[in-house]
């Protein structure tokens, strides 16, 4: 079972940025795609939204709404995935997870991934 760790959530106003980051142990190798979804206050698990994958290639996809705002990247060799997410705005309110599957479907499916971390709240005012 692999034990993702996320961190960087808080509360911040509109038009500001915050920085997600994900961590898992050393010993385990992550081969496959790593995702960030979001799960808005009141909607269920299986709602979950897609917000940036990277995958093995180091390529990347967003979500309409998020591109341009948000980056996604890896450091292979720290073993960390990051959301860089800038201009933020209420909507964006969420606990965001990050996550793992083995490339098999679309990367914003949360019924792909293989595994979840905990999640970190970000809460955005206006």
């Known amino acids: 079972q692999v034990q993702f760790e996320e961190s960087g959530g808080g509360s911040v106003q509109a038009g500001e940025s915050l920085k997600l980051s994900c961590s898992h142990p050393k010993y385990i190798h992550i081969t496959g795609r790593m995702t960030w979804f979001r799960q808005a206050p009141g909607k269920q698990r299986d709602e979950r939204e897609g917000?940036?994958?990277?995958?093995?290639?180091?390529?990347?996809n967003y979500a309409d709404s998020m591109r341009g705002r948000f980056t996604i990247s890896k450091d292979y060799a720290k073993h960390i995935l990051t959301l860089q997410m800038n201009n933020l705005k209420p909507e964006d309110t969420a606990m965001y997870f990050c996550a793992a599957d083995r490339e098999l479907g679309a990367w914003y499916d949360p019924y792909g991934v293989d595994y979840w971390g905990k999640g970190t709240f970000v809460t955005i005012s206006s």
């Open positions: 917000v940036a994958s990277i995958d093995s290639d180091g390529n990347t």
